[in-house]
């Protein structure tokens, strides 16, 4: 039987796999430019003005989501030092 934690879990897990993908998709990009670069004359500076380009989107959207995670985790912290306070009370009185 899944619980309303097992599903937090799952999303939790899902969102920071979500990030890795972003983050190793961005390191592959700029690294497949700089290849390229080495076999095409793409210009003067192109691979390098594309991996600023590219760097400055990878961590607006990590900013971004890492607001939204933060705000998210905070939340969980306080109701689960709640709840081992609720739990560490019980066991005490036991």
Known sequence: MKTGTDETNEIKAEIYEA???ISRSFEQLISAIYKL??????GEDYAYNQEIIASDLWARINTHALASITKRELEEKNHFSRMRASLEKKRKTS
Request: glycine residues 0%.
């Open 19 to 21: 990030l890795a993908v």
């Open 37 to 42: 670069e080495k076999r095409v004359d793409l």
